[in-house]
């Protein structure tokens, strides 16, 4: 009996060891996802350790304590579940791997020129989740934190967007190591557009913008620091609509592609176009430029763009990104252990 017993003691501790290992893993990564706002990009040194641990551990006790038969229980093991398992591992693997994977090309620090202006990131990707928030404590206005924002992500952000760009070098495509999901739906697709991120972290991170992306920062962040926020769609270009005063009901237009502040709504800008030229000459864009922008802020065609649908998508596969591998490995775990229960019998 007391053989038995210690097999049926390692099995459990093998057991207890595997389901530990995923539990470790994806507690690292959901617990991110759900209570922090700065959602994986903002896994530190201890979180990475702690996912590679889990995968150590799981390792450990799949099978360093498992009987010398493993291969024997392998082979028993149903072939399409054993596939599912190892490609749920492969997975696992790309995902970790991702984390450790910068998606911003230090080329931008060369400088990128547009609009007549040569852009480089100013401040790390850090840098920016560390002062992107309204500051409660001092009581910040709202109408300073939207111009202290708009300035903040044009200052950390370069006017990039090269459509089908060959190598994918400034991840305007999202690459496999970041979401396999995305990729995978683009290649079947053929879909080679390049992706607008709807978290502001991830198109923080790759600091290569476009203005339609730019505005759907800023109204990611307004919206978690509760300034109602609209992306407002022009003739040719893209801004963000923000309510800078709840009682007068004052609205302000943000243009952090060029770091502009336009502080009227869309109605007073579409009726006196002179608001345009004041605040982009005020920040230095030369007439030319002011004179193409003035005829793309015309009441003719603009509207306001519902990004919910979309964004809510994305974090649903950012989601599952982690939870299909994990699903797909637990089967083979519970397995191994039925499996050794039986043979000791």
């Known amino acids: 009996m007391a053989p038995k017993k210690a097999r049926f003691l390692k099995n459990l501790i093998s057991l207890v060891l595997d389901i530990f290992g995923i539990a470790l893993i994806m507690g690292s990564v959901t617990l991110d996802l759900y209570q922090n706002d700065t ?3 903002e896994i530190g040194n201890l979180q990475i350790a702690i996912i590679f641990v ?9 099978f360093t304590l498992q009987s010398p038969s493993l291969l024997t229980a392998v082979k028993s093991f149903k072939s399409v579940s054993f596939v599912v398992f190892m490609a749920s591992l492969l997975l696992l693997m790309i995902n970790s791997i991702g984390l450790g994977i910068s998606l911003r090309n230090p080329n931008v620090y060369n400088g990128l020129e547009y609009a007549g202006k040569i852009r480089t ?6 840098e920016i989740y560390a002062q992107m928030d309204r500051d409660a404590s001092i009581d910040e206005q709202y109408s300073e934190y939207v111009k202290r924002l708009t300035k903040l992500i044009f200052d950390g952000s370069v006017h990039y967007w090269e459509e089908n760009e060959e190598n994918n070098a400034y991840n305007l ?6 979401n396999y999901l995305i990729y995978f739906s683009n290649l079947l697709t053929g879909n080679q557009q390049n992706h607008e991120f709807c978290r502001a972290e991830r198109a923080i991170e790759r600091s290569a913008c476009v203005c339609s992306q730019s505005s759907k920062i800023l109204a990611d962040i307004l919206g978690r620091n509760r300034v109602p926020t609209h992306i407002v769609g022009l003739e040719g270009h893209v801004v963000a609509r923000a309510r800078v005063d709840k009682e007068m009901d ?3 237009l943000l243009d952090a592609d060029y770091g502009v502040v336009i502080e009227h709504d ?3 800008v579409e009726s006196n176009l002179g ?14 430029f002011i004179d193409v922008l003035i005829d793309i802020y015309g009441p003719e065609g603009n509207s306001i763009i519902d990004e919910n649908h979309e964004c809510g998508e994305e974090d649903h596969l950012y989601l599952l990104k982690w939870l299909i591998p994990a ?3 637990l089967p083979f775990v519970a397995f191994m252990f039925i499996y050794q229960i039986r043979r000791q019998k």
């Not at 990131?121 to 850090?126: D, E, Q, V």
């Open 327 to 329: 699903m797909g490995i």
């Open 121 to 126: 990131p100013k401040y790390s990707a850090k």
């Open 275 to 288: 608001y345009i030229q004041e605040a982009y000459e005020e920040q230095g864009y030369r007439q030319n």
């Open 266 to 268: 869309i109605d007073d």
């Open 173 to 178: 495509r999202v690459p496999i190591h970041e």
């Open 250 to 252: 004052e609205w302000w």
């Open 54 to 62: 889990g995968i150590t551990i799981a390792v450990i006790g799949n």
């Open 39 to 41: 959602g994986l990009y």
